[in-house]
């Protein structure tokens, strides 16, 4: 099946910096998910993306799906950006979505 | 608002006594899954229910279950919880269809096994 791996695995920043996490699939993809996880377990879908480019106010994402990777640029961050961030592939085979191992980032104010 | 709703938040079960989580949502999505996760771990897809038809990972021990009565519902049974199955337990539901689009978590059931 796909494999999801993602870099960096943690990250520490100053409030207002910016960042690039990076997630690679082995794998042609038809779904490309982008999720926050807060300090309180919750899940949160931030960008459906199985390829181009969308952008929601200080985070936007791209994908290459030729290339497989994806990316997602979190600008002028805050400490409310606090928690792991995953994401999650579906191959054009599988059933399943195969989530990567996370970046943790920590928001320093 | 429509969405997917976890209860309870917390469940405290004893060492092999059965439990039950449930799961509903307000999507009419036709794809519930249910996902263990595990400290500082990613979420690991247990089995998902694709409209009435049930779908189980090959390593989801026999020990969990689960159930879907209707679009809304979703249960997972855990029938002899042992101190290894003390996790976060995710609920999530998607819409059909050949890319499935975009997945939606409830705020999950943390379980202990006491």
């Known amino acids: 099946g796909i494999q999801v791996e993602q870099s960096p695995p943690d990250l520490i920043l100053q409030e207002g910096a910016n960042s690039t996490l990076r997630c690679n699939f082995s794998?042609?993809?038809?779904?490309l998910q982008w999720f926050h996880q807060n300090p309180w377990g919750q899940l949160i879908n931030l960008f459906y993306i199985p390829s181009g480019t969308k952008q929601n106010g200080r985070l936007s994402a791209t994908t290459v799906a030729t290339e497989r990777y994806s990316l997602l640029y979190i600008s002028s961050s805050q400490t409310t950006d606090s928690g792991v961030y995953f994401c999650?592939?579906?191959?054009?085979?599988?059933?399943?979505?195969?989530f990567g191992p996370g970046t943790r980032l920590s928001v320093l104010p | 608002d429509a969405m997917v709703i976890q209860n309870p938040r917390y469940q405290v079960t004893q060492f092999g006594k059965p439990v039950t989580l449930s799961c509903s949502q307000t999507l009419n999505h036709n794809v519930m899954y249910w996902y263990q996760q595990k400290s500082s771990q990613a979420p690991k897809l247990l089995f998902h229910y694709y409209d009435k038809d049930f779908n189980n990972e090959a390593d989801t021990p026999d020990n969990f279950q689960s159930r879907r009565p209707n679009t809304s519902f979703c249960f997972l049974d855990i029938r002899s919880p042992g101190l290894g199955d003390a996790a976060m337990y995710l609920c999530?539901?998607?819409?059909?269809?050949?890319?499935?689009?975009?997945?939606?978590f409830g705020s999950g059931t943390q379980l202990s096994v006491l």
């Open positions: 794998d042609s993809v038809n779904n």
């Open positions: 999650a592939a579906r191959d054009n085979y599988g059933q399943n979505f195969v």
């Open positions: 999530a539901t998607s819409r059909g269809g050949a890319t499935l689009e975009k997945l939606f």
